[in-house]
């Protein structure tokens, strides 16, 4: 079975530049997470999905970020405009039920601001 | 004050010896407790999972809580070096709403 998949695993842009990075979860996981992770830190939640709802979302910072998951499969985070602060791993997770403790996590984006 | 606080080490013990990880937290409303294994360049891994005080076994990984305490350990004995990794407590309310320490990054010398 293929785990959660997350593109691209390095992004290297300039600061004010707009940067977009791709999760594509387990099959059949309902709930999706966003999250980042800054070096020598635990993972922030960023985001929590149930299928297409966004139901926990607030700690995402919306005024340069946004997310979105259509269709309640793939999911989309960007960043507009980055900022050197964002320098950072956005990693995707994805659970099969909501109550479940166990997360699946991709190998993340690693994110490079200049 | 963080909610989970964790020794970011770095740690490094010699193959075969006996690794003792620790976290605390703030919020006796915590009910749910969660070791994860991160690898260089890859995501966290579930490792132990918990809901109620005391221990639970698993292999060669023991994890314990202390509710009083608010007080978590992950124990690994005969510890290998492909146990070399970053090691995450968690904490959840609910099941899904973790709150991550910052992780103990372990080294095993063969």
């Known amino acids: 079975e293929a785990g959660v998949v997350q593109s691209p695993r390095y992004k290297i842009i300039e600061k004010k530049q707009p940067v977009a990075f791709w999760c594509n979860p387990i099959s059949g996981h309902n709930t999706l997470y966003w999250y980042l992770q800054n070096l020598g830190q635990g993972p922030e939640l960023l985001i929590r999905?149930?299928?297409?709802?966004?139901?926990?979302d607030s700690q995402l910072p919306k005024d340069r970020f946004s997310a979105e998951r259509l269709k309640g499969v793939d999911s989309t985070l960007k960043i507009q405009p980055a900022e050197l602060g964002d320098s950072a791993v956005y990693l995707c997770?994805?659970?099969?039920?909501?109550?479940?403790?166990?997360?699946?996590f991709g190998p993340g984006t690693r994110l490079t601001v200049l | 004050q963080k909610e989970v606080e964790q020794d970011p080490g770095p740690l490094s013990v010699p193959e075969g010896a006996i690794v003792s990880l620790n976290c605390t937290y703030s919020n006796s409303a915590f009910q749910y407790f969660m070791w994860y294994r991160q690898y260089s360049r890859k995501g966290p891994e579930l490792l132990m999972y918990t809901y109620s005080s005391g221990n639970k076994e698993d292999g060669r990984f023991t994890a314990q809580v202390d509710k009083s305490s608010k007080y978590i350990s992950l124990f690994i004995r005969d510890s290998q070096p492909s146990d070399s990794a970053t090691y995450l407590c968690?904490?959840?309310?609910?099941?899904?709403?973790?709150?991550f320490g910052a992780g103990t990054r372990l080294t095993v010398k063969p």
């Open positions: 999905y149930e299928n297409e709802e966004a139901v926990d």
């Open positions: 997770a994805s659970s099969l039920l909501r109550t479940s403790n166990e997360q699946f």
């Open positions: 968690a904490v959840s309310l609910n099941n899904n709403d973790m709150r």
